[in-house]
């Protein structure tokens, strides 16, 4: 929903557009989609490519962080297709050292050699869109998001900010409260109905519609949007306002809804009728680094 909403700011929330910067865009969005099929392994040029459309689609005139989201779409996600074979290697590279070091590899571990064999393989096995998430996030999540929030949280509590804007207070309250998990629970179960998705046997609808409640809790996205869409400030007071009640009672139907007893909830995660099937016996078994 950060993406869709980040998407609807690039599109709907821009100025004047200049059209030699889309240009350079959509070069720099296609050389992005063609880093895909060589097999590129590194973010690095992933990273390069996206800053470079960042600063296009800034001086294009459209929102900036449309280019997160084009990021996003076309960095590869999928482990590589010879996944098989880089983990036969990983075993080997275990086998061997275990074989050679014996009892020493409990008490010194690997030795370099095979730490560089496995740090190649690994760099290999994930992939790009693993490697900028795991490579940003500390930087987005104790750095951005802060700033982010602090710049954006400060709320003016006062009967005049209310008064007037009952039926803008609602609209977002209902907005996040109520459409967010509708949305959410509708998207997956047509998703099912269609064929396009399976639900996993692991949560049940009843999970699905918790965490589509929780899904209303607004902070950073809806508060920029906000901020985007009302330009008077007693309007983004009141939005703020909205945002903050919309998340608090978001938050308290989410856990009304998934709070139940942990037998309840092994029970909903069952297939139909498994629970009245005898459980097969299956052997104990350790691990290869146990």
């Known amino acids: 929903d950060d993406l ?12 004047a ?3 030699g910067y ?18 590129i392994h590194r973010a690095l040029p992933y990273a390069g490519l996206g800053v470079l459309l960042w600063v ?6 459209l929102h900036a962080t449309l280019a997160g989201v084009i990021l996003a779409v076309v960095t590869p996600t999928r482990p590589p ?32 050699p095979a730490l560089q064999a496995l740090d190649t393989i690994h760099d290999r096995i994930e992939s790009p869109a693993s490697k900028l998430l795991r490579a940003t996030e500390p930087w987005s999540s104790y750095a951005v998001l802060p700033v982010f929030a602090l710049a954006n949280a400060g709320v003016a509590w006062s009967v005049d900010v209310v008064e007037g804007h009952g039926r803008l207070m609602l609209a977002i309250i209902l907005g996040l409260a109520l459409g967010k998990p509708v949305g959410i629970v509708l998207a997956a179960w047509l998703a099912v109905r269609l064929g396009i998705g399976e639900k996993p046997a692991q949560y049940s609808w009843r999970q699905l519609t918790g965490a589509g ?13 906000a901020s985007q869409a009302f330009s008077g400030d007693t309007d983004f007071a009141a939005a703020k306002i909205a945002v903050f009640a919309a998340s608090l009672l978001a938050a308290a139907v989410g856990v009304l809804i998934l709070w139940k007893r942990r037998a309840d909830e092994a029970a909903d995660a ?13 052997p104990r078994t350790t691990s290869v680094a146990g």
């Open 270 to 282: 069952l297939p139909e009728d498994a629970s009245r099937r005898p459980r097969a016996w299956q």
């Open 4 to 15: 869709a909403a980040i998407a609807i700011l690039a599109l709907f929330y821009t100025s």
């Open 213 to 225: 409640a929780l899904a209303g809790v607004g902070f950073t996205m809806s508060l920029f949007i």
């Open 81 to 112: 297709a010879n996944l098989r074979a880089l983990m036969g290697q990983a075993q080997m590279v275990i086998q061997a050292e275990t074989e050679h070091a014996g009892g020493a590899l409990l008490r010194h571990g690997p030795s370099e």
């Open 56 to 61: 296009c689609l800034h001086h294009a005139g």
């Open 22 to 39: 889309i240009a350079g865009s959509l070069v720099l969005g296609f050389a992005l989609v063609a880093l895909n099929p060589p097999g």
């Open 17 to 19: 557009i200049d059209v």
